[in-house]
T-cell receptor, first 118, second 112 residues
């Protein structure tokens, strides 16, 4: 069974501070994919990044960066110099392919609500 | 580019009434389609997914059903709504089952 844990329920930071959102996952799949989504107050989930289990390179996109560590089963997300527009709920998610190649439905974490205070 | 539409945006229905939520995708062929429900606690629950016309996989047994009458159309239905059906319903699509999903704007359903 798959599991995604986002232990941080809510985080508040002052604008321009850096913030890291934690994500820990569990899976028995040999091939799996990790994702981050952003859900602003409007409600629509926005895809941010996909990482596959074979690629542990860190990713940077503007103020966003992701740290994937297979050894600790973590896929953390850092926002540098946070802005008010970053205020949203962020979800980490996991999907996998079992050894027989069968589809394992995507599992979402419970989300971390980030509030950036001006 | 691909676009996903959902309607209605909000819905208030009495207990016991039927439900029909529609989702359509533009700009892609043979997408994988999904229905999720998000309750007040923010967690996302996968309800159904479909890999093709008429092919529906149910993840959670309940009084909801889904249908895919056309390649890019996905419908969520209920014959009789329960109070517990209230929530935010999201439709999504993906190119590959394992890859990222792209979500619609959602329907906020309140059952009274």
């Amino acid at each position: 069974a798959q599991k995604v844990t986002q232990a941080q329920t809510e985080i508040s930071v002052v604008e321009k501070e850096d913030v890291t959102l934690d994500c820990v996952y569990e899976t028995r799949d040999t091939t799996y994919y990790l994702f981050w989504y952003k859900q602003p107050p409007s409600g629509e989930l926005v895809f941010l990044i996909r990482r596959n289990s074979f690629d542990e390179q860190n990713e940077i996109s503007g103020r966003y960066s992701w740290n994937f560590q297979k050894s600790t089963s973590s896929f953390n997300f850092t926002i540098t110099a946070s802005q008010v527009v970053d205020s949203a709920v962020y979800f980490c998610a996991l999907s996998g392919a079992g050894s027989s190649g069968g589809y394992q439905k995507v599992t979402f974490g419970t989300g971390t609500k980030l509030q950036v205070i001006p | 580019s691909q676009t996903i539409h959902q309607w209605p945006a909000t819905l208030v229905q009495p207990v016991g009434s039927p439900l029909s939520l529609e989702c359509t995708v533009e700009g892609t062929s043979n997408p994988n389609l999904y229905w999720y429900r998000q309750a007040a606690g923010r967690g996302l629950q996968l309800l159904f997914y479909s890999v093709g016309i008429g092919q529906i996989s149910s993840e959670v047994p309940q009084n909801l059903s889904a249908s895919r009458p056309q390649d890019r159309q996905f419908i969520l239905s209920s014959k009789k709504l329960l109070l517990s059906d209230s929530g935010f319903y999201l439709c999504a699509w993906s190119v590959v089952l394992l890859f990222e999903q792209y979500f619609g704007p959602g329907t906020r359903l309140t059952v009274t």
